[in-house]
């Protein structure tokens, strides 16, 4: 371990984590650690560190006397054995753990894996299988921390705090890739809704419909977003809260249209390793060169099997099947849930099964085919605008409909077993379809 003489702090939580090593080498009061601490920063005491570092400005400020530095990096490992990372640099208004808990990543999906490596640095292990994805997963974090440092919400598990009367069956349509985010200063809950253009688009009169009879506002900002603004015409970011708070999401469109749009090229800086060398933040000790050689365990020998095949989603690490289903099979099973994902709206049970099935099948398409053989509108149609707009929405659906659906729902298995071989990935989505069927059939509408 680097001498702690060495180490120069320059935020409140590098102060405190040294105060903390100096405390246990020495033995002496927390309050005098500090103190040494601030001073081995370059400060008076921790009071006058305090003056200088905690100020925080309001989300969206873009005067704010110091920025602090966070370096996010990716590890990748390819199929012939190759390794690496990309390393994205960024800066922030304020520390990166005063934007958001340790609690709070484990509500974000692109932040669960991250683990802190120094006091500015977070690392992910090694998920994905080249640079590029690598690159675009770090990209992913930085827009999710980029998102928190402008408006300062905070990721939230209460979901029902967002929906009209508290239940889920009604929610916003057409909803995708949605998060739920608390306003602290008003007790306000936001609704983060990301769906694709081309289905928002499709969805557009439906939704100030919704808004309008449930008493909720909808607001866009031109900033595009967090999930994926710039592949298969890119997910758009809606804001949607009760009327009552309006205001403050106007606030928060205003913060986040001051950030830059193409922030993917023109604001990010970071740095590409060909092998697992270890980043050392420049910041986090001086007197350590930037590169050194980590010590590596022998890698586990991959999993092999001829019936799947590893691949990366937004969401992490999975397995596909090696065998790909035709366009026209896409489009099939898409429209069969897509129809039923509406005409059940009000049965969640139905809805939640049948949603899981059908974001992974997205997954698992955009890893068969490529954007040449699958063009942008053809992917847009498959598991998003195949279902016609009119199909009726009921609470209470007669027997002739709900036999429909389960009659679909065996279709979809038989499609599903038609295309790809005997595999865990799709017994995984058959147990899926028999959950959302079982459902249909407990339903006793009166």
């Known amino acids: 371990m680097p001498d702690t003489r060495l180490v120069r702090p320059s935020t409140i939580a590098s102060i405190k984590r040294l105060a903390n090593r ?32 905690g100020a925080v400005q309001p989300p969206g400020n873009t005067t704010s006397r110091q920025t602090f530095s966070l370096y996010i990096s990716v590890h990748w490992r390819d199929t012939q054995g190759n390794r690496g990372r990309e390393t994205l640099f960024m800066t922030l208004s304020a520390p990166w753990e005063e934007l958001i808990t340790r609690q709070g990543m484990g509500r974000v999906g692109k932040l669960r894996s991250l683990r802190q490596d120094g006091p500015n640095h977070l690392v992910t292990p090694p998920y994905w299988d080249s640079p590029e994805s690598a690159r675009q997963h770090a990209f992913r974090i930085g827009r999710v921390l980029q998102f928190i440092d402008a408006t300062r919400l905070s990721p939230s598990s209460s979901h029902s705090r967002v929906y009209p009367g508290g239940r889920s069956s009604n929610a916003i349509p057409g909803n ?13 809950y936001v609704f983060v809704d990301e769906p694709y253009a081309s289905p928002l688009e499709g969805h557009q009169e439906e939704r100030q419909q919704w808004a309008d009879r449930h008493g909720y506002a909808i607001k866009m900002p031109s900033w595009p977003g967090i999930h994926n603004p710039d592949q ?37 800086q970071g740095e590409s390793s060909q092998s697992l060398t270890k980043l050392v933040p420049p910041e986090a000790e001086p007197g ?20 799947t095949v590893a691949y990366r989603s937004l969401g992490g690490s999975s397995r596909r099947p090696a065998q790909r289903m035709s366009i026209a ?19 969640w049970g139905v809805v939640t099964a049948v949603n899981q099935v059908r974001n992974e099948l997205v997954d698992w398409v955009q890893g068969e085919y490529t954007q040449e053989e699958l063009p942008q509108d053809v992917f847009q149609e498959l598991y998003y605008g195949g279902a016609p707009r009119d ?4 609470r209470r659906p007669g027997m002739e409909i709900r036999q429909r659906w389960i009659a679909d729902l065996e279709r979809a298995k038989a499609v599903l077993a038609d295309h790809y071989p005997d595999c865990a990935p ?8 028999d959950r959302a069927k079982g459902s249909v059939e407990k339903w006793n509408p009166k």
Do not use: M
């Open 22 to 53: 100096l405390k246990r080498e020495s033995g002496i009061a927390h309050h005098e650690t500090l103190n040494l601490a601030a001073r081995q920063g370059g400060f008076a005491n921790y009071r006058h560190a305090q003056q200088q570092l």
């Open 176 to 188: 995708d890739h949605s998060s739920v985010w608390y306003h602290r200063p008003s007790g306000a």
């Open 232 to 268: 298969y015409g890119g997910t758009r970011l809606c804001l949607v809260s009760a009327a009552d708070n309006a205001a403050l999401l106007d606030d928060l469109v205003s913060a986040l249209d001051r950030l830059p749009r193409n922030w993917l090229t023109s604001s990010g």
């Open 288 to 307: 350590v060169s930037r590169e050194q050689g980590a010590k590596h365990t022998k890698p586990a020998r991959k999993r092999r099997t001829a019936k």
């Open 329 to 347: 099979g896409h489009g099939e099973i898409g429209v069969l849930l897509q129809t039923i994902a509406r005409e059940a709206y009000h049965r």
């Open 391 to 394: 199909a009726p929405i009921s």
């Open 426 to 433: 799709v017994s995984f989505l058959i147990k899926k379809l």
